[in-house]
């Protein structure tokens, strides 16, 4: 039997990580999860909520009442906020447990899956047969995001963008529970230097070398 084809897509946020987990899995018809979402909606849910995002067992309760099948649309999931909301509650073990069922059936389903997220190589889907961890530096991320904020007529400053970005990487990476890290056996695409199509041209190859090797 042939294994299903997992696409782990990991790195830091405004990598491209996003945009080149979803245009992989138009290409290969495959199922598509952004995981980042699940992390913000509970963000989002323990605001709404009124409590801290410190109350460790408020943001255990959001994560398992989440109804997954909710989130696609909400642009309230994309704004700064809830990235640094997410980013709070991310670090609690309880959070990670109760969205772990979740992400796993969706990654093992038959035909495979495109997850991406933080974790997705080395702790949802250590099995996955093809691995990227996608980077760039601070500067060049916090520079997309700001063009990408203040496109949409958010006003931001670019250096306050550069510091979200710096402390929100320091503690995803710093935490305890299933920190950012590149899987050891994941291919790295540093897109620094990339425009979106020269960087999804080269996870298409990855993905492909990938597939050869397996055999998939
Ligand atoms: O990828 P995105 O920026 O949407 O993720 C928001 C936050 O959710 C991240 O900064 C991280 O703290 C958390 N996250 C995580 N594990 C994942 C996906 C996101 O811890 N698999």
């Known amino acids: 039997m042939t294994r299903p084809l997992i696409i782990a897509v990991d790195g830091p946020a405004a990598s491209g990580k996003g945009t080149i987990a979803s245009r992989l899995a138009r290409t290969y018809g495959l199922p598509f999860l952004d995981t980042g979402l699940l992390y913000r909606a509970v963000g989002m849910g ?21 109804d997954a099948a909710t989130l696609s649309d909400d642009p309230r999931l994309m704004t700064g906020e809830a990235g640094e909301a997410a980013s709070r509650i991310a670090g609690y073990p309880g959070v990670r447990a109760a969205l772990l069922d979740l992400q796993q059936a969706l990654a093992h389903q038959p035909g495979g899956a495109v997850l991406d997220g933080r974790d997705i190589g080395t702790v949802i889907a ?9 980077t760039a530096t601070a500067e060049v991320r916090a520079m997309r995001r700001w063009k990408q904020l203040t496109g949409r007529g958010d006003a ?19 935490r305890g529970a299933a920190p950012m890290v590149q ?34």
Not at 202 to 209: D, F, H, L, Q
Request: cysteine-free; proline content about 2%; aromatic content about 4%.
């Open 46 to 66: 323990v605001l709404a909520s009124r409590a801290s995002l410190d109350d460790e067992s408020a943001a255990v309760a959001v994560a398992r009442s989440l």
């Open 126 to 134: 250590p099995d996955a047969p093809a691995k990227l961890f996608v």
């Open 156 to 174: 931001i400053a670019y250096e306050d963008m550069l510091a979200d970005i710096v402390r929100r990487d320091e503690r995803d990476a710093g």
């Open 183 to 216: 899987a050891d056996d994941a291919v790295l695409l540093d897109t620094t230097e990339m425009d979106i199509e020269t960087a999804f041209d080269a996870a298409r190859r990855i993905v492909e070398a990938a597939r050869v090797r397996n055999g998939l």
